[in-house]
């Protein structure tokens, strides 16, 4: 593996420090416009159907350089190749992160942009014909679900990567959804999701897709028993044989086809233990996506991702859109002392954009110990909020211009509409760009009350268009944004560890709680079950 030192022992970790101590901490965006005609296409870039703007962050004309110096140091892009060779780059669980291999043609050049000295891993060829074959049956199957006029609603039940993706995926691409049955997601082991979802339904009608790697997540498999006996109490059937049995209208999209089996589903869309959750959505995960709009609108979500990841791999550091946003993440959070940052889609397709990136950044990039088991002496993950707007504007805009916190805001918008009145549309994008602007220029006013600072910093991201291949490009940049920071932290971004602790004590809470044994408890815990003793729980299941 590649040895890489602790980011904050490099020396460009120190010239860092000492650039934003003396001079970007002076910076004062509205002076530096004035001062420097270039500043925009400096800052500015086009990559794979978006425009970038970053001409508006805290950027000093050598801040970049300095930080390429340090993704030098931190060897940030020799884990980039890595990754695309198929090294096992998750270091915890001794696994590939090949979720870029699952939008790669199998006539793709990106064998030509690796160093000849790396090269594709030596199984990495192999894997690309089978997710080939995987994609042509799960789209195959989508076309036949789509066709068949008997299933008016199809139900996907996960939750973390499982879920927000494709509910993202299906929201932004609806109005391409035209003629495909209705998608619900269900996630929330709440039982008043699922119910107000088969209150909507009809069982003969519905086709359930029950999506779990292990087919043992326990929202999940909560979700899909009430799910069945459901379907079950409704009419359904146990034998496979039958028209209205759970073998025609259940779907497992799992890495465990025996688990499915043992649940009764025989149609079963597997992908392989390098396929992250969070990164998912382009595996058999998807195919809540390829029912809602079909297999050629999902080969080209596949095609503009795989261009973001061309970029990726062959752009030149100064114009690597995903290494500059990466890179400005780092800034922000460690020289910066920025602690978070809002996404701000101007779309209400995008309106699960911050969910998502919330899994994507703080589930990848939370942790406080290298891959190595190092620990880190420096922040990593910020936290990732926001809301669409314009509703954004009536809820928390106030404190991004008056607050006492500064916080780096993230505009997302599409120049074309994808429908309702053109002047809608224009309002939106007006919206957008003047809230960008006033966040930086502020308002100078005799009334104290009525001041805005300004010199408050953003990044603007104008789609063409929102289409499937603008969608792809969008999230496979966000991807190798969150790759790119934790490999400056020296972060194993693609495991999540903290995540099985609370559902290791849920288990523990359980069996506890059926035993009566609670030595060692502490009072909190005892009381709060305690109080709780009514709602029988299945979390073993």
Known sequence: MIDSPLCHETPAWARLQAHWRQEASHIDLRAEFARDGQRLPTLSQRAPHLWADLSKNWLLPGTEALLRRLADGCG??????????????????????????????????????????????????????????????????????????????VVHIGIGGSCLGPELAVQALQHLAAGGPRIHFVANVDGGELGAVLGRVRAANTLFLIASKSFTTAETMMNAHTARAWFLAQGGSEDAAHARGIARHFVALTAQPEAAARFGITRVLGFEDWVGGRYSLWSAIGLPIAIAVGSAAFRALLAGAHAMDAHFLAAPPETNLPLRLGLLDVWYRDFCGLGSRCIAPYSHGLRRLPAYLQQLEMESNGKGVTRDGRPLAVATAPVVWGEPGTNGQHAFFQMLHQGQDVVPVEFIAAREPVGGPAEH?????????????????????????????????????????????????????????????????????????????????????????????????????????RLSASAPSQLGV
């Open 76 to 153: 940030v892009l020799d884990w980039r190749d890595a990754m695309f060779a198929g090294v096992a780059v998750n270091t915890t669980e001794q696994r590939a992160a090949m979720h870029w291999l699952l939008r790669t043609p199998p006539d793709a050049g990106l064998l030509g942009a690796l160093p000849p000295a790396r090269g594709w891993g030596a199984g990495v060829r192999g894997a690309l014909q089978e997710t080939a074959r995987t994609l042509q049956a799960m789209l195959h199957l989508a076309d036949e679900v789509r066709a068949d006029a008997a299933i008016t609603d």
């Open 425 to 529: 549309h224009h309002d939106l994008l007006v919206n957008a760009v003047a809230q960008a602007q006033a966040l930086m220029l502020g308002h100078a006013s005799d009334a104290a009350h009525r001041r805005c600072p300004g010199n408050r910093p953003s990044t603007f991201l104008l789609l063409e268009r929102l289409d499937a291949q603008a969608l792809g490009a969008l999230i496979a940049l966000y991807e190798h944004r969150v790759f790119v920071s934790g490999a400056v932290w020296g972060i194993n971004s693609f495991d999540q560890w903290g995540v099985e602790l609370g559902k290791c004590l849920a288990r523990e809470l359980v069996a506890r709680q059926g035993s009566g044994d609670w030595a060692g408890v502490d009072a909190s815990t005892r009381e709060l079950m």
